[in-house]
């Protein structure tokens, strides 16, 4: 009964939001305005996407809280570690849609704040990792912060280089979630959480509300903490190489784009647009078309594991079809 009253004080909520956004989005007057350049849009468009998503995470955790269903939520310390770095990395993200921050600030910041949760919080470490595939775990030793710090911080980036084109990033983390719900991962949790994506693609798609760079880094920010979360508490939990073939794509635009920007005497956080999506984009001149083809790109590995396929085999297979893709739209652009 709790978790109805909840489900539905969220849908109200995120209603009231997705039906009153003009006037909203004029009374936080921050909007992403096309330069012709990075940014291609025809008219202005409200940078509060981040927020919403972040009033929600608030929301649904203290609906969970105050209601005692402790059975529903994360244990512990992790609601906090959640709440807290969720906000540094929206905030980071945020100050960057506005001000437009050096990729040295940016990176920098955020390195900061996950070294501060880090302090504060120390059960976000991992002290080991499994893979599928090895009969021993690999273990950190002395370089658990180190690898902490790294993961976050390449999520952080892999995740917003993603978000390029509407409705791509956020139907992305609604499959994350779904992968959790499936799981048993606090589904209840991630239903509720899911709400606001609905209703912000909704919004997205019609080119009203952008994620921005603080929706970003605030989504990447519980999905990090979530996959970080089921390692420590679920039996059935998924192994190092299985989530990253999760990411497997957001990984793997981010290195190439590194790659190919430092050949080229650029900073590896420099924006472009040579993004998978905006390459695809460029052949098929369908944005629909588009995300529909970058999501199943996406979902493809998870699929293949659920034949139970090594996973060494599903990287090496998707790595193949991934650079031959970027192979044959460079050739035909």
């Not at 949760?117 to 976000?124: G, H, K, N, R, S």
């Not at 980036?157 to 992968?179: E, K, V």
């Not at 903490?225 to 990411?247: A, E, H, M």
Request: hydrophobic residues 55%; aromatic residues 18%.
């Amino acid at each position: 009964m709790e978790f109805l009253l909840i489900s539905l004080s969220i849908i109200i909520f995120n209603l009231l939001i997705f039906f009153k956004f003009e006037n909203i989005s004029k009374n936080f007057i921050f909007f992403d305005k096309p330069d012709n350049k990075l940014k291609k849009h025809k008219n202005p468009v409200s940078l509060i996407g981040g927020l919403i998503i972040l009033l929600n995470l608030y929301l649904v955790i203290f609906f969970l809280k105050i209601l005692a269903l402790d059975n529903i939520i994360f244990e512990g310390n992790f609601s906090y570690i959640i709440l807290i770095l969720g906000t540094l990395f929206f905030i980071i993200g945020f100050i960057d849609d506005l001000k437009n921050l050096s990729p040295n600030i940016k990176l920098i910041s955020i390195i900061i704040s996950i070294f501060l949760i880090t302090v504060f919080f120390p059960e976000i470490k991992l002290e080991h990792i499994k893979v599928t595939f090895l009969k021993y775990n690999y273990s950190f030793e002395g370089f658990s912060l180190i690898f902490i710090i790294l993961s976050f911080a390449l999520l952080a980036n892999a995740i917003n280089m993603f978000d390029g084109i509407n409705l791509q990033l956020i139907l992305f983390t609604l499959f994350i979630f779904l992968i959790f719900i499936l799981k048993g991962f606090l589904p209840l949790f991630f239903i509720l959480i899911s709400i606001c994506f609905i209703f912000l693609g909704l919004l997205n798609y019609k080119n009203k509300v952008f994620i921005g760079d603080g929706g970003c880094y605030l989504i990447s920010a519980i999905i990090g903490c979530s996959f970080i979360y089921q390692y420590k508490s679920f039996d059935n939990f998924l192994y190092g190489d299985q989530i990253f073939l999760i990411l497997l794509i957001p990984s793997l635009d981010m290195l190439r784009l590194f790659v190919v920007r430092i050949i080229k005497g650029k900073h590896p956080f420099k924006g472009d647009l040579k993004h998978i999506h905006h390459m695809v984009d460029g052949f098929v001149k369908n944005k629909n078309i588009t995300v529909l083809f970058t999501i199943g790109l996406c979902i493809f590995p998870s699929i293949l594991m659920l034949t139970g396929l090594e996973t060494y085999f599903i990287l090496f297979l998707n790595l193949i079809i991934y650079l031959s893709l970027i192979l044959f739209l460079e050739y035909v652009k």
